[in-house]
């Protein structure tokens, strides 16, 4: 399974997109660092989230438990606190750091609502770089207000030679937000259709791979169905800074199948409420199309995605659009 824990809701941005920053969790309210004990070993991948995870005072003791669990770790940030991200990678160098950029400094910094933002992200992951860290990059989630800086932003990240994540904007309880639209649908699919192109031109599998999970943020956009089932709570999970266990950040309210201060990891997963929740995410239509949820689909059915990477990179390599409707 794959996982994602949201280790605060505090945050020093204030994005367009998301109102977490309106809506602080208290410190003495965060799950301790102890209580992720319980999650199950062998995880497949782990992402650290916020809010801004390192608000969090004892976020090594975190990273420290996390990366027992889990194959993979990789810390979502705004890049704001360079020092303390550069101490954890020293301390632990196969970690993964993504920082998330709206755009170029000017619109990334508008948007994000934090001045000279761009310039510490940007300076953060250099100095990452600079001292051998491999898994590094930034992502951008996309609306009307930065689409036309999604291309320019992939180019600087594939010249730096830093991996390059995409999102669009969703509305949930967890972003706090209920008024996130897509205004000119069609500029911003022609923004990710070159953004596909250029994935499919490379030399780089894993690349293909995020052509056809960009393909599924345009039919987001289009207000279309997802490409693959939804199996939130089922493929993966999320824990809230409360210590609840949740399927997904994409509910209308957060979905609860127990609570990690109070219950023990199997009371949780093979209860009763759990089963509860499987099923109304069985009947959820709102059609979410986001990394945490989608990847783990896209590893379990992967002849489908595959079939698609397979004729687009032909077509691509004939010379010929990737084919998109």
Same mark, same amino acid.
């Given at each position: 399974m794959e996982a994602? *824990?949201?280790l605060t809701y +505090?945050? *020093?941005? %204030?994005?367009?997109?998301c109102n977490i920053w309106k809506y602080p969790t208290k410190p003495s309210e965060e799950i301790k660092p102890e209580v992720l004990e319980k999650l199950p070993d062998n995880l497949a991948f782990v992402n650290l989230t916020g809010g801004e995870p390192f608000l969090r005072e004892d976020i090594e003791d975190i990273v420290d438990i996390v990366m027992r669990k889990s194959k993979r770790v990789v810390i979502s940030t705004n890049g704001w606190f360079t020092e303390k991200i550069v101490n954890i990678a020293k301390k632990y160098p196969r970690i993964g750091i993504r920082v998330s950029l709206e755009g170029?400094? #000017?619109a990334n910094d508008e948007l994000r609502g934090i001045k000279d933002g761009f310039d510490h992200g940007l300076r953060t992951l250099l100095e990452l770089q600079r001292m051998g860290l491999k898994d590094i990059g930034f992502? *951008?989630? =996309?609306?009307? +207000?930065?689409a036309k800086d999604m291309i320019e932003l992939y180019q600087l990240a594939k010249s730096l030679g830093f991996e390059f994540a995409t999102a669009v904007t969703h509305n949930s309880y967890y972003f &706090? !937000? &209920?008024?996130?639209v897509f205004k000119d649908q069609r500029m911003i699919e022609d923004c990710f259709r070159e953004l596909i192109n250029e994935l499919l031109c490379t030399k780089r599998v894993k690349n293909w791979f995020r052509a056809y999970f960009n393909y599924g943020l345009i039919r987001r956009v289009r207000g279309q169905p997802r490409l693959l089932p939804c199996e939130a709570g089922t493929e993966n999970f999320f824990v809230t800074p409360f210590g609840e266990v949740v399927p997904c950040n994409g509910s209308p309210e957060p979905w609860v199948m127990g609570n990690l %201060? +109070?219950?023990?990891?199997?009371? *949780?997963w093979n209860g009763e409420q759990a089963q509860k929740v499987r099923e !109304? =995410? !069985?009947n959820c239509d709102r059609q979410c199309w986001m990394?945490?949820? #989608?990847?783990?689909?896209m590893k379990k059915y992967i002849w489908k995605p595959l079939k698609w990477v397979v004729r687009n990179k032909l077509r691509v390599m004939m010379g010929k659009e990737p084919c998109l409707d």
């Open positions: 994602a *824990i949201i +505090r945050c *020093i941005c %204030k994005c367009y997109m170029l400094p #000017a992502g *951008i989630t =996309v609306s009307d +207000r930065n &706090h !937000k &209920h008024d996130n %201060k +109070r219950q023990s990891w199997d009371e *949780i !109304k =995410v !069985k990394i945490g949820t #989608a990847a783990p689909v």
